[in-house]
C-alpha cells in the first residue's frame, strides 16, 4: 500500500486558506508538499501529508468543518480518469462499480465498497494506512466529495438517505446535515453513504463509450503503487539544495518512519542513497544543458557546499568532467 493520492486532491485548498486569512505557501510548506503541483491529476502528494494539511487548517483556523468546506468547492472532476469513466457509464451502478474497481488509482491509500441488499446501498469508504493523522478529516473529505460525485452522476437532486461517520462528530451536527441534507450518525463501525438501491438502475445523461473505453485501458495498466519513487525523488530534488536530501529530513516532509520510507522503497528494489544520486544526477544534466547556469550554482543546487564535489561527481556519473559535459550537451551537431 502506497501513502499517496493524487496531488488533485488539493485543488481549491489554497483558495479557502487564504479566505480564512492563512498563508497558504506557509501552510504548504509546513507540510511538506510543493504547491506547484497542486491541481495536477498526473502527480500524487502524501496520503498522510493531505490529512495533516486538512487537520493543521481546522486547528489553526478555527474551522473544524474544514474538510467539508472544501469538498463543497472541490468539482469531482478531480478524480481525473476516475471521474472520465464513471461520467461515461451506462447507469449510476456501473459507474460506482467502476469507481470502486480503480480507486486505487486516485489514491491507493483508500478503498470504496459497494454493499447492496434489498432495498439499499450502502457506499463504504475505507483509509488504509494504520497510523494516520487527523483520519477523521480526510474520512469528511472523501465522503463530501462522494457526495458531489454521486450527484454529476444521479443528477443534482439526489440526496443519500443517511450518512454515517465511523469517528465522533468534530463539527457542528449542523454542519454536517446542511451539508449532506440527511441524517448524519457517528461512532458506527464503517464510513457509509446509504441510498435507495432503484437508483442503480438510473441511466446516466451523456455517454460517450470511446471515452469510457480509453480511461479504462489507462487505468487498467496503473499499479496500486504507482509512482512512490517519484515522489519520494520530487522531494528529494526540493530538499537538494539546503542540503536537507538526508533519509531523516525526507521521512519527516513525507510523514513516515525512515525505515518505514525504506522498506517501501525496498519493495520497488530501490534504496534511499540510489535514489539520492540518481536525482542529483539527473538535476545536474537539465543544468548543465543549460549555459547561464553556473557550475558554483549547479553544484548548490544538488547539495554541494563545494564545487569540487560536482566535479567528482561528474566523473562518476559521465566519465568526464562537468565542463566536458555541459560542451556535450549543448554542441549542435
Not at 461520467?87 to 447492496?116: K, W
Not at 457542528?172 to 437508483?199: H, I, K, M, Q, S
Not at 525523488?233 to 513525507?254: D, Q, T
Amino acid at each position: 500500500m502506497a501513502d499517496l493520492i493524487s496531488a488533485s486532491s488539493l485543488t481549491q485548498a489554497p483558495e479557502l486558506i487564504s479566505e480564512l486569512n492563512g498563508d497558504p505557501v506557509d501552510v504548504f510548506a509546513r507540510i511538506g508538499i510543493d504547491p506547484t503541483v497542486v491541481g495536477k491529476d498526473d502527480q500524487f502528494v502524501p496520503f498522510s501529508s493531505l490529512a495533516a494539511l486538512l487537520g493543521l487548517c481546522a486547528r489553526e483556523f478555527a474551522t473544524p468543518d474544514f474538510a467539508l468546506r472544501l469538498a463543497a468547492r472541490q468539482n469531482p472532476d478531480i478524480l481525473g480518469p476516475l471521474a472520465i469513466v464513471a461520467r461515461n457509464a451506462e447507469t449510476l451502478g456501473d459507474a460506482l462499480r467502476e469507481i470502486t474497481n480503480f480507486t486505487h488509482v486516485y489514491s491507493p491509500a483508500m478503498t470504496t465498497h459497494l454493499q447492496v441488499s434489498d432495498t439499499r446501498v450502502a457506499y463504504e469508504f475505507r483509509t488504509l494506512p494504520r497510523r494516520l493523522p487527523c483520519r477523521d478529516h480526510i474520512t469528511e473529505l472523501a465522503l463530501g466529495v462522494t457526495l458531489s460525485t454521486f450527484k454529476m452522476l444521479g443528477g443534482e437532486d439526489f440526496r443519500p438517505t443517511r450518512v454515517v461517520f465511523a469517528h465522533p462528530a468534530i463539527s457542528p451536527t449542523e454542519a454536517y446535515a446542511t451539508y449532506f441534507d440527511c441524517p448524519v450518525e457517528f461512532d458506527a463501525p464503517a464510513n457509509l453513504l446509504l441510498f435507495p438501491r432503484g437508483l442503480l438502475q438510473r441511466r446516466l445523461p451523456s455517454i460517450d463509450p470511446l471515452a469510457h473505453d480509453l480511461a479504462i485501458r489507462f487505468m487498467a495498466g496503473r499499479d496500486r503503487d504507482t509512482s512512490f519513487t517519484d515522489v519520494v525523488s520530487s522531494v528529494v530534488v526540493r530538499a537538494l539544495p539546503a542540503g536537507a536530501a538526508h533519509l531523516e529530513k525526507v521521512a519527516e516532509l513525507m510523514i513516515m518512519h525512515p525505515r518505514a520510507l525504506q522498506r517501501r522503497l525496498a519493495e520497488s528494489d530501490m534504496t534511499f542513497e540510489i535514489l539520492v544520486d540518481h536525482a542529483r544526477r539527473d538535476t545536474a544534466l537539465r543544468l548543465l544543458a543549460n549555459r547561464s547556469v553556473p557550475l558554483a550554482t549547479i553544484a548548490q543546487q544538488l547539495g554541494y557546499s563545494e564545487q569540487s564535489t560536482l566535479t567528482r561527481s561528474c566523473r562518476r556519473w559521465f566519465s568526464v568532467t562537468p565542463l566536458a559535459k555541459r560542451r556535450e550537451l549543448t554542441t549542435t551537431p
